[in-house]
């Protein structure tokens, strides 16, 4: 049997499992680029504002996190918290719920850090002027910022936010070590079922591309739809 008869074998023969692994991590990664928009826009406002405080705080978590490996960060919410206190529930409803929610957690947290630089730039880009201008005709500083200065700035920032959530797609394969069933988890599993790791792994690599490749094109979709309202 040839190595793509194998793979096709392979897919017909475990392809729940697979298709398990592509609904996990699509979840995960979801939530993650969702709570991490929302989070590096905080971060973001908290490092471009005038409280000292907060502005250093910000400059240190996101350097912190930068700094440090995404395993590192995962590891330490998912087995260093529980150890001074601070667990997780498990919800009977939901299977695996505290794994899932340490894995997004870390993704988001990872994940806030990158968003915030690149929404800084993407602020930092548009001219100073369209601020005075909106300033002038009698917004706050909010409203300049809501209204004027983030619609021309999100038209910067999308190719960057795509690329991010492309990244966490492919990063998201780390929450396996935690015993989260994505993709690359029951990838492992097929591979002790079938005892073909290279025509697995072909196949995980396969879903992946498939997954980042649609992302990409939807981002780029959503790039012309904004560039014909300029």
């Known amino acids: 049997m040839t190595f793509f008869e194998t793979i096709g074998k392979i897919i017909e023969r475990y392809s729940s499992f697979f298709a398990q692994g ?5 979840i995960i990664a979801a939530f993650s680029v969702l709570l991490g928009t929302i989070l590096g826009t905080l971060m973001a406002t908290m490092r471009m504002g005038k409280i000292l405080p907060l502005k250093w705080l910000a400059v240190a978590y996101i350097e912190f996190i930068r700094g440090t490996p995404l ?5 330490f919410i998912f087995y260093g918290l529980p150890m001074i206190g601070v667990k997780i529930p498990d919800i009977s409803w939901i299977p695996n719920f505290s794994r899932f ?7 988001s ?13 993407g602020i930092q880009a548009v001219d100073y002027g369209q601020t005075e201008a909106a300033r002038s005709v009698g917004f706050s500083s909010g409203e300049a910022m809501r209204l004027v ?15 991010e959530f492309v990244t966490v797609i492919k990063e998201s394969s780390i929450v396996s070590v935690i015993g989260i069933a994505d993709l690359m988890f029951r990838t492992n599993d097929v591979i002790a079922l079938s005892y073909k790791s290279l025509e697995c792994l072909a196949v995980a ?10 992302s990409s094109r939807l981002v780029s979709l959503a ?5 014909h309202g300029k």
């Open 205 to 214: 690599a396969l879903i992946y591309f498939v997954l980042t490749f649609i």
């Open 223 to 227: 790039e012309r739809k904004l560039s």
């Open 149 to 163: 200065v983030l619609p021309q700035a999100i038209k910067n920032i999308l190719p960057a936010l795509g690329n």
């Open 71 to 75: 395993m590192v960060q995962l590891m």
């Open 101 to 107: 929610a340490a894995g997004i957690v870390a993704m």
């Open 22 to 26: 592509v609904v996990n991590t699509l």
């Open 109 to 121: 947290m990872n994940s806030c850090a990158y968003v915030a630089e690149v929404i800084r730039s």
